[in-house]
């Protein structure tokens, strides 16, 4: 059981990830280093760092992260549950536990493909891993979103008897097992009656017993079922907290302006109050 667990690994989860080691908390942090910061080719307007590139201030704060003692954990988080006096949380395989949470997932504006909400659970997964058992000997679908959604279409293809891989990034795609199909087009919804069926895309359709959509983060109100949202932000109030009781967010996804000195400082202050309530 941690005391914190944080879902990002931003400036907003790094702050908050420092913030609580400060306080002698046990935490646990989630994700990879944030791209938007990377191929930033400078940062002209944090203070005390002028025209400090993306790769060095992500550098930077990674310094800082190892100084502490928290857990890093280079996953990705399908689904946070509020279990009342703590919270679950599903990062691929595993399940943690901790007290408090925060979400620091930055904004994701891809489009989520039409019902797929809708038909999450009943023949739409995000974890090729978690499920794959589920559909040994028939046929998926894997959209790719990521480096890793060819990987995991591989290891499909080890599993079930077809593998579609329809591509949504620019990728060598040599890797992929040749019993994978790949099929180019722009996912537009799912189809089915109880569970999906159907991938409907902007060219053609493809049928199948089960479709895996993988890419690096997901709808909030998937992400956490009951979340209040405002678009792609989670609603906040001044502590930085949720509808949710001991669930905050901080950083883009709590809202404008998506600027690294709000980032780091919405980071401290969701951490302090979430260290204040344990």
């Known amino acids: 059981m941690y005391d914190i667990a944080i879902i990002g690994k931003g400036p907003a989860g790094i702050s908050?990830?420092?913030?609580?080691?400060?306080?002698?908390?046990?935490?646990?942090?989630?994700?990879?280093?944030?791209?938007?910061?990377?191929?930033?080719?400078?940062?002209?307007?944090?203070?005390?760092?002028?025209?400090?590139?993306?790769?060095?201030?992500?550098?930077?704060?990674?310094?800082?992260?190892?100084?502490?003692?928290?857990?890093v954990v280079n996953k990705n988080v399908l689904a946070v549950y509020s279990m009342g006096t703590h919270f679950?949380?599903?990062?691929?395989?595993?399940?943690?536990?901790?007290?408090?949470?925060?979400?620091?997932?930055?904004?994701?504006?891809?489009?989520?493909?039409?019902?797929?909400?809708?038909?999450?659970?009943?023949?739409?997964?995000?974890?090729?891993?978690?499920?794959?058992?589920?559909?040994?000997?028939?046929?998926?679908?894997?959209?790719?979103?990521?480096?890793?959604?060819?990987?995991?279409?591989?290891?499909?293809?080890?599993?079930?008897?077809?593998?579609?891989?329809?591509?949504?990034?620019?990728?060598?795609?040599?890797k992929l097992n040749e019993k994978v199909e790949v099929v180019n087009g722009k996912p537009l919804k799912f189809e089915g009656a109880f569970s999906a069926e159907k991938l409907v895309l902007d060219n053609t359709e493809i049928k199948a017993d089960g479709f895996f959509v993988l890419k690096d983060s997901y709808p909030l109100t998937s992400l956490v079922p009951g979340l209040e949202v405002d678009g792609p932000h989670v609603k906040v109030d001044k502590n930085m907290e949720t509808n949710i009781k001991g669930l905050y967010a901080a950083g883009d996804v709590a809202g404008k302006p998506y600027q690294i000195a709000k980032a780091v400082g919405e980071g401290q202050i969701a951490a302090l109050n979430a260290c204040e309530n344990l």
């Open 88 to 174: 679950s949380i599903q990062a691929e395989t595993e399940m943690y536990e901790a007290k408090k949470v925060i979400l620091a997932t930055g904004v994701d504006f891809k489009k989520t493909i039409e019902n797929e909400d809708k038909f999450l659970g009943s023949g739409v997964s995000y974890c090729a891993t978690c499920d794959a058992p589920l559909y040994k000997g028939k046929t998926v679908a894997v959209i790719g979103y990521n480096h890793e959604s060819i990987e995991e279409a591989n290891f499909l293809a080890t599993v079930c008897s077809k593998v579609y891989f329809v591509p949504q990034i620019k990728e060598d795609l040599s």
């Open 16 to 71: 908050a990830a420092i913030n609580a080691y400060a306080r002698n908390k046990k935490v646990i942090i989630f994700g990879q280093d944030s791209k938007k910061i990377l191929w930033a080719p400078s940062i002209p307007n944090y203070a005390g760092l002028p025209d400090i590139t993306g790769t060095e201030f992500m550098e930077r704060l990674n310094d800082h992260l190892n100084k502490t003692d928290a857990v």
